[in-house]
């Protein structure tokens, strides 16, 4: 077991980002303290071949401004909010519009595109933290983001902790994108099995409009290869049974995936841009799995997914746990 930093590049206006390297049995991640970005995950095989699961890039300029948000801890909110408006307490909050008329991932107050700090370093992870400032991006609240990176058993287990200075709405999410067959190979050839009898029924613009039975081309309560129905297109929230969320399956590798959170977003990567990634990252070629609150919870119904009080502590976890198969 080891931790390596080591520079990664210098962004104008932004400073230093550093790579944080951590290595365990099997497995290889690296973490960057520009957005605390999942940056690479590597596993290697008994042939002693090194496979990348996660889609990364070595440029440092290709995570400024990224669409594809990759491998970002996305907070104070991850996924859309319907007109970039909710109330909380009787009180409007306008946020930015940067998704049509729509707020996707925070606009301009996304800790995915901050510089965060190295807390500290343990025997098998990092732990890093940033904020976010009460207003900014029209969000409430001068809120302190926590994130934790362990690796342990080849399972990387991220936690989220978050505190505010007054009562706001908090759904953090990590946004790599993986595929067990190697990034850069299209990953509609891995099954999924997902653990959610129901899914979130959107609009043109991805917006909540029913909670409906997956019976339907959106099943994969048993697994099955993800580009066999729907030409592998989704962008799709599944509303999870418990907290093994999904098991993904490549050629030869298995990842689970368990969390606290009520829901998964499956997207499979089809408005990837070719300049993102290390591995050309054409559309199709990883995909990811946000676990998350709802869609929309406030204008929803749902608040009390993501609720978190003055000077309480919101503290969510999810794991991603590689094996070989036999």
């Known amino acids: 077991m080891s931790i390596q ?65 990759k491998g970002q801890v996305v907070a104070p909110f991850a996924n859309r909010i319907r007109d970039a408006v909710f109330t909380l307490n009787g009180e409007r909050f306008i946020l930015d519009r940067n998704n049509g008329k729509n707020n996707l991932h925070s606009g301009s107050a996304n800790t995915g595109y901050k510089l965060w700090n190295v807390l500290f370093e343990c025997d098998n992870g990092v732990v890093l933290n940033t904020s976010t400032v009460d207003g900014e991006g029209g969000w409430p609240g001068n809120t302190g983001v926590t994130v934790s990176y362990m690796l342990k058993d080849d399972t990387l287990t991220i936690t989220y902790t978050m505190k505010s200075d007054r009562t706001c709405v908090v759904n953090p999410t990590n946004h790599a994108y993986f595929n067990l067959n190697g990034c850069g190979t299209d990953c509609r050839k891995q099954s999924i099995m997902i653990n959610a009898d129901k899914y979130i029924r959107t609009d043109e613009a991805l917006i909540p409009v029913s909670e409906d039975s997956v019976d339907s081309d959106y099943d994969f309560r048993i697994s099955r290869v993800i580009g066999e129905r729907r030409d592998g297109k989704y962008d799709t929230c599944y509303v999870l049974n418990s907290s093994t969320a999904a098991v993904l399956s490549g050629d030869d590798l298995t990842m689970t995936v368990t969390t606290d959170r009520p829901c998964m977003q499956l997207y499979t990567g089809e408005f990837f841009q070719s300049r993102m990634n290390r591995e050309g990252g054409e559309p199709f070629t990883a995909l990811a799995l946000e676990t998350s609150s709802r869609i929309d919870p406030m204008n929803n119904g749902r608040t009390d997914e993501v609720l978190l009080e003055k000077d309480e502590v919101f503290r969510t976890v999810t794991s991603y746990s590689v094996k070989e198969k036999a």
């Open 5 to 69: 930093r080591k520079p990664f590049g210098i962004l104008p206006g932004i400073g230093e980002i550093e790579k944080i390297t951590i290595r365990e049995g099997r497995s290889e991640v690296s973490v960057l303290t520009l957005g605390a970005s999942l940056n690479s995950f590597r596993y290697t095989l008994k042939d002693n071949s090194v496979r990348e699961i996660v889609s990364g890039s070595e440029s440092v300029e290709s995570y400024v401004d990224d669409s594809t948000y």
